[in-house]
Structure formats: C-alpha cells, structure tokens
C-alpha cells in the first residue's frame, strides 16, 4: 500500500479515497460536525452538504448531529452505500456494554444498520483517571467484535497520543488517530507515530477554528494563490497525507472547502507552515480532558 502523502498526490475531488490499514477506503476529505445540533437548521445544513458534493460525514455521540444527518440522508436521496459515517464513543462510556450501547443509539439515530468508521472519542475519562489503560483494552476488544458483527467497516481512535496505542494491548491497530491538527499545533510525535504504523491521521479543527484566517504568514500563502486561508489549510493537509475535517454551516464555503484539488503548495509555503509557531490551539489534551474534565 502506498504511503498516505503518496495517495494524496493523486486525489482529483474530496471524494478520492484514501486506503487504510484494513483494506476500507476513505474519502479524503470529511464533513465535520461538531455543534450541528446546536443549528436548528442543522437537518438542511447536512442536505446542502450533500448536494454540495460531500459524501462523507464526521460526527459523535457527543455532538448530537447524528439525528440530523439521519434525516438528511433520508432527505436527500443519496443512497448510504454512497456515504461514509464516522461516529465515536464518548470518554465515559469506556466499557463493553456501554460502547455497544453507544453504538446501538447512534445506528438508531443515524437511521443505517452499520458505521463506516467507529472511533474512540479520547483515551481517558479525565487526568484522575487511573484505570484508563483497563478501560481501553476491554473496549478495544469490543471494538473488534462489533467489527467482525458487520455493524462496524473499520475502527480506531481519537485524539491518541503514542504512549496511548500500548494500552489497546491487541496486535490489530487502528486504521485511524483523529487529533487536533493544524499548522501552529501540528502535534507531530502523534503524527509521526500514527504514520509509522500505517494509521491514517484525521485533522478536526484543520482551519484552527478561525484562529488562522488572519495569519499573516497563510494571507501571504493565500494571496500568492489566490486562494482563501482555509483553502490553503485544508490543501496543507492533503499534502502532509492528513485527512480534513472542516465544517461551516454555509454553502458557499462548502463549495469553496472543495476547491483543492487544482494547486499545490510549494516547498517553501510547506516548510514554512510546518514551523509555524505554537497557535490556534484549542487547549484541549488527551491526557487532562480538557475542556471535558470532571
């Protein structure tokens, strides 16, 4: 199989795929979204997602997207052969039986009798969390066999650092570490590690949540291509072999998060996006919890 920077130089669309450790493939560009819920147009938002071109969805017990996109996919026409659907299991329900539940209330949701892509959300529960090696193992395992049931296509896990892979104790690794990722937080020994093993990394926040657009060194990168920041965020990315997970509520920047596929950045733009300087953080760490600590 071919390294994930090597895939992403052929990608033509978001919806090329990139191959992952387990044979499945992955549209190399997702839809995130994280405080859909909070929209109450958050049914139509998914729609226009989907007529705009997307065809793969990120979503989480957490976010409470998953009743939406369920009745936008009805909505919408697409078959769900033709989409791909992440959900993740919450940090507190680190445990056999309440993964599974997780997971039956998500199918539920989501309207479909299988996910495309089932992660754990974070390794622990919170930075008082001693038993977190435990909890891991057994809900890795369970991972594994709702796999092999045939309601999960592929599995992995969220915000991972290396000393976290250890405690799945299993010698089938993820196929993917979903981490904050994005230049000024590009949380390289995650990346390097997750590369290594041949596990695909998946960028939430990959526009910094707005903490970048006005970023003089992207402007200037953005303006040599006429280009928008985000634009030159997401195509940044790609070209580190990482999949984005943008979301916007409106349509032209839907379209517009589409656009990548058309230039490339050159190595200079790369090198010096690489050393950005520590911004656009969210603050959240995988071994404190945060914002989520009890």
């Known amino acids: 199989m071919k390294d994930f920077i090597s895939q992403a130089k052929e990608f033509t669309d978001i919806n090329s795929t990139f191959t992952l450790n387990d044979g499945n493939k992955i549209p190399c560009v997702g839809f995130g979204t994280w405080k859909i819920k909070e929209n109450e147009n958050g049914e ?108 999960v296509r592929s ?34 020994e995650a990346y390097n590690y997750s590369i290594k093993h041949g596990i695909l990394v998946e960028a939430w926040r990959p526009l910094g949540q707005g903490g970048l657009i006005n970023n003089e060194l992207v402007k200037v990168i953005a303006s040599a291509h006429n280009r928008s920041v985000a634009q030159i965020l997401l195509r940044y990315a790609l070209e580190r072999g990482v999949l984005p997970l943008p979301k916007t509520t409106h349509l032209e920047r839907m379209l517009e998060n589409q656009k990548l596929f058309d230039f490339a950045l050159s190595e200079k733009e790369m090198s010096d996006l690489n050393n950005l300087p520590l911004c656009a953080w969210s603050g959240e760490h995988p071994d404190n919890a945060i914002p989520w600590d009890d």
């Not at 507190?92 to 479909?112: H, I, M, V, Y």
């Not at 977190?132 to 395992?141: D, G, H, I, P, R």
């Not at 969220?158 to 590009?186: K, M, R, T, V």
């Open 44 to 151: 139509q938002i998914i729609v226009d997602a989907i007529n705009s071109g997307f065809r793969h969805f990120d979503s989480a017990a957490l976010y409470k997207s998953e009743t939406s996109i369920g009745k936008a996919i009805k909505k919408s026409g697409v078959s769900r052969e033709k989409l791909f659907i992440t959900t993740k299991v919450w940090k507190d329900d680190l445990c056999p039986e309440k993964a599974r539940l997780s997971l039956k209330n998500s199918l539920q949701d989501l309207q479909t009798d299988y996910i495309d892509l089932l992660l754990i959300h974070w390794p622990k529960a919170s930075k008082k969390d001693s038993s977190w090696q435990e909890k891991l193992a057994v809900t890795w395992n369970e991972f594994i066999k709702m796999r092999t049931e045939g309601i």
């Open 155 to 188: 599995i992995g896990v969220a915000n991972f650092l290396p000393h976290h892979f250890a405690a799945l104790q299993s010698d089938i690794l993820p196929c993917i570490n979903q981490i904050e990722f994005h230049p000024g937080y590009l949380q390289e």
